[in-house]
């Protein structure tokens, strides 16, 4: 018998933005396991900007998130929002969040981003950023921070620096030679 068994599957929301289904797994040990998987229902694709000063200083934001109830230091990050190109979207990120703008873009990596979204994410290094005007939503609550690559190091070995996704496009972009 494989480890898990699936017993029942449930939709618990599905509307325009979000679909969440409860499913319900036997495992081999005979206990029965409940999971929640999500998704967007319409985007399937997102980037996150890692960006840079002129001066060689990382732009990061402290970022609430709802679903764990708590605040994030990360790296600007969104789904493809209809009508955008990737640049076109890590562009308008970048400027709502974090007050930047940007003239040259790297392709870094991607990755699946799953279990909990079905989202394939787009990373990007933008170096070069200049001051720009931030202009967030009302139910975004960003704060904007620079620091040398150095600091951001000691951030990330101080579990200061811990979302999952941000540390990945950081270390793809270290791997790629870019900080």
Request: with cysteine.
């Amino acid at each position: 018998m494989p480890k898990f068994k699936k017993l029942s599957e449930k939709i618990i929301l599905d509307n325009w933005y979000r679909k969440i289904i409860s499913k319900d797994f036997e495992v081999k040990d005979w206990k029965i396991y409940n999971y929640f998987v999500t998704s967007l229902s319409y985007w399937n694709i997102a980037t996150m900007i890692l960006p840079i000063t002129k001066h060689w200083e990382i732009v990061y934001i402290k970022e609430f998130r709802v679903w764990i109830e708590n605040y994030v230091y990360s790296f600007p990050v969104w789904v493809l929002e209809n009508g955008l190109s990737l640049e076109e979207n890590a562009r308008k990120e970048l400027r709502e969040e974090t007050w930047f703008e940007w003239w040259k873009l790297e392709y870094l990596w991607e990755t699946i981003v799953e279990n909990y979204e079905d989202i394939i994410l787009k990373y990007f290094f933008i170096n070069d950023c200049e001051f720009w005007k931030q202009n967030l939503e009302n139910w975004e609550d960003i704060e904007v921070f620079t620091c040398s690559i150095e600091e951001f190091e000691e951030m990330i070995k101080s579990w200061k620096i811990n979302c999952p996704l941000a540390l990945s496009c950081y270390t793809f972009a270290k791997l790629k030679g870019y900080v």
